[in-house]
């Protein structure tokens, strides 16, 4: 597609419950981000792939959760035993390559998730 | 790592004025963008300029690398200008993420 897609666009689930969301990167883009923002913040990076590299992790708040690129393209990010404080915006972007970070991000526009 | 501060936080212009938005980075920066979020959430890319100066229709935007900051020039505001305007840095020192600013939120008023 022309951008970068998201899905789903809105995901409710209860506390406790396991979430998927997806992230499928501009065509020809290989690095993609996961950022999150919360109600009234900044956006906050999760996460981040480039190619065949090891992704930087620094961002996952906690070990429920994690992320997966496969064959370099459509990404999930995985959230376990979601917990209230999970819920927010999860934005992903993706950039032509980020060697040195000189590549503009493209940003979809987001899976807002509400955990009750 | 990096730190990126906004100013101001808050902004409430009437239709047809002009204003400017600062971000401050605390490191040399490898990329820096401006984004628009609208009211619908959607984060709009506005200008990708760690040097310089450009301009798209009413808006323009320098960034001056040597002393750490850029500038927003939003002129002969409107309504539809309403939203959050974020700037965003990746610094020299860390790979590929974003630090994004806490953002100024802009009211036009009719």
């Known amino acids: 597609g022309a951008g970068v897609s998201q899905s789903p666009s809105n995901k409710v689930t209860e506390k406790g419950k396991d979430v998927e969301l997806r992230c499928d990167p501009i065509s020809g883009h290989t690095a993609l981000y996961w950022y999150r923002q919360s109600l009234g913040q900044g956006l906050e990076f999760l996460i981040y792939?480039?190619?065949?590299?090891?992704?930087?992790k620094s961002g996952l708040p906690s070990d429920r959760f994690s992320a997966e690129r496969t064959g370099g393209s459509v990404s999930t990010l995985t959230i376990q035993r979601t917990q209230q404080e999970d819920s927010a915006v999860y934005l992903c972007?993706?950039?032509?390559?980020?060697?040195?970070?000189?590549?503009?991000?493209?940003f979809g526009d987001g899976t807002r998730l509400s955990i009750l | 790592g990096i730190q990126v501060e906004q100013s101001p936080p808050d902004l409430i212009l009437q239709e047809g004025a002009n204003s400017t938005l600062r971000c401050n980075f605390s490191d040399s920066v490898n990329n820096l963008q401006w984004f628009h979020q609208n009211p619908w959430g959607q984060l709009i890319n506005l200008f990708y300029i760690p040097s310089g100066t450009k301009q798209n229709g009413r808006l323009s935007a320098t960034t001056v690398a040597t002393e750490r900051y850029s500038l927003l020039y939003i002129s002969s505001s409107q309504t539809t200008d309403s939203g959050v305007y974020f700037c965003a840095a990746h610094g020299s020192s860390n790979t590929g993420k974003l630090i994004f600013g806490q953002g100024t939120t802009l009211q036009v008023k009719p």
């Open positions: 972007a993706s950039s032509l390559r980020s060697g040195s970070g000189n590549q503009p991000q493209h």
């Open positions: 792939f480039q190619g065949n590299s090891a992704p930087d």
